[in-house]
């Protein structure tokens, strides 16, 4: 069987502008269409001059120190600069060529969802059980706008027709070499219509004739399952999609910044690595309040079980909606990471003197992980007197959507603040460093105090 990296991953990314003429557009009326945004350009934003070039380009590092330090981008901003964020397009690609890469990738896209399709038609259509009469509206909502959709692109032009025929040929010399798992993807198929339907359809975006725009959710995560069989689909994941979807409002553009980002997160969906996230906090929180720490290993609470949808979801639920889409950009910047930090200094030593962090600096103390943190210690109190798991459970559940973003954030860069100059402070006190490095002690966090 091939591997994804093959047929689902996007074309060697030549580079935004916003996708035009592709196979998906925009999903208001939840099916794909034409997306016409314009060209991301150095005055598309105020504040974002000298994160983009004339032709389009973009600075990488300012643009996800922009993220980080102005609190998340302004909504009108989100669908030119979450292709980016995401790794949809390359930062270092023009605008022009991004238009001719999102046609590429929207006939890629349609090409791997005909397959599947092709290949499992009963499930093309979503089964329904008769008594969600608003799903059972937008499934005929969703068909009824596929079909306008085809008549509009038997109606385009020869020359346009003709670019697509070249694209499809490609695509699909590509696709034809990945062998599904049918049965793998029956069983994924089964989950994804019991979670789709719960899929906050509270949000405007999922109400009313929004509602098909759960149907193209649901397209999107069967398409990953189907090339993406080392990962699949596991619960939780259509909340994640959903945030795609809903900023991007393009199915094709939310499947490709969903499959990019589900590369670095995938782990977390696996038992191992979830189990691997938590004790990572479980360390965190013992470096930095041990008596709280204690106190949890003491009531057996220490596993941090209760956590576990917080780290998963990226805290989707402890935060108001608007507040839960910043936070998801900022914690995607990667900005004030440990681990960045290092390989930047690797960067800069080229190879001589010291590149590693100090041994008592742990780079995979994620700023999340410093998040959640600050969540616990800001609930110090009611924590100490929990005397049992379900009583945790009831309290955690009890914060859904009532956090204040701006407050945790300054509290988890505090924590991450502290910690980093606590670990400097061992460093010297253990001798780590020898006397000829210890002045002036730039290395190796100097970036991230200014």
């Known amino acids: 069987m091939e591997r994804q990296s093959d047929a689902a991953a996007a074309p060697q990314r030549k580079a935004m502008g916003s996708p035009q003429n592709g196979d998906e557009g925009s999903n208001r009326g939840a099916v ?7 060209l991301l350009s150095p005055c598309s934003s105020s504040g974002l001059e000298g994160v983009v070039d004339s032709e389009g380009r973009v600075d990488e590092s300012r643009l996800r120190a922009y993220i980080f330090k102005q609190g998340g ?31 590429e990738l929207g006939v890629r896209y349609q090409t791997m969802k005909r397959k599947w399709q092709r290949e499992l038609p009963g499930v093309v259509r979503m089964r329904l059980n008769g008594t969600d009469e608003e799903l059972i509206a937008a499934v005929k909502r969703f068909e009824r706008s596929r079909l306008e959709a085809e008549e509009s692109e038997a109606e385009e032009s020869e020359e346009a027709r003709e670019k ?12 034809d070499r990945v062998q599904l798992d049918i049965e793998e993807l029956q069983e994924a198929v089964r989950i994804i219509d019991k979670d789709v339907p719960r899929t906050e359809r509270d949000l405007d ?33 259509n909340e994640l999609c959903s945030r795609f979807l809903e900023v991007l409002d393009s199915e094709r553009d939310s499947y490709w910044c969903f499959s990019s ?3 670095k997160i995938a782990d977390d ?11 990572l906090e479980v360390k965190l929180l013992q470096e930095l309040d041990p008596e709280l720490h204690a106190h949890l290993g003491r009531e057996d609470l220490g596993s941090l079980t209760f956590c576990h949808r917080w780290l998963l979801l990226g805290f989707q639920r402890e935060f108001e909606h608007s507040d839960a889409l910043r936070l998801f950009e900022i914690l995607s910047s990667n900005h004030l990471e440990l681990n960045e930090i290092r ?8 190879g001589e003197g010291r590149t590693e962090l100090p041994p008592s600096v742990n780079p995979d103390f994620t700023f999340e992980l410093f998040l959640c943190a600050a969540i616990l210690l800001e609930h110090r109190a009611t924590l100490l007197s929990c005397p049992s798991e379900v009583q945790l459970i009831q309290f955690t559940n009890s914060l859904q959507g009532k956090l204040d973003l701006n407050a945790t954030l300054q ?7 502290k910690y980093c100059k606590k670990s400097v402070l061992d460093c010297f006190k253990n001798h780590c460093l020898p006397p000829k490095d210890r002045e002036p002690f730039s290395f190796p966090l100097r970036s991230f105090f200014s």
């Open 32 to 38: 794909p269409g034409n997306l016409c945004q314009p």
């Open 73 to 103: 981008v302004l909504p009108g901003d989100r669908r030119l600069l979450w292709g980016f964020l995401f790794g949809m397009y390359p930062c270092s690609s023009t605008a022009l060529e991004r238009v001719a890469l999102s046609e």
């Open 164 to 175: 697509k025929a070249f694209l499809k040929l490609q695509a699909q010399v590509l696709i």
């Open 205 to 237: 975006y999922f109400l009313g004739e929004g509602s098909a725009n759960l149907l193209v959710l649901r397209e999107v995560l069967i398409t990953f399952a189907a090339f993406h069989p080392d990962v699949s689909y596991t619960q939780g994941m």
């Open 261 to 263: 980002y589900m590369e």
């Open 269 to 279: 969906f696996k038992a191992d690595g979830l189990r691997r996230k938590i004790e």
């Open 343 to 350: 390989d930047q200094e690797r960067l800069r030593g080229g």
């Open 411 to 417: 509290k988890a860069e505090e924590l991450f603040i």
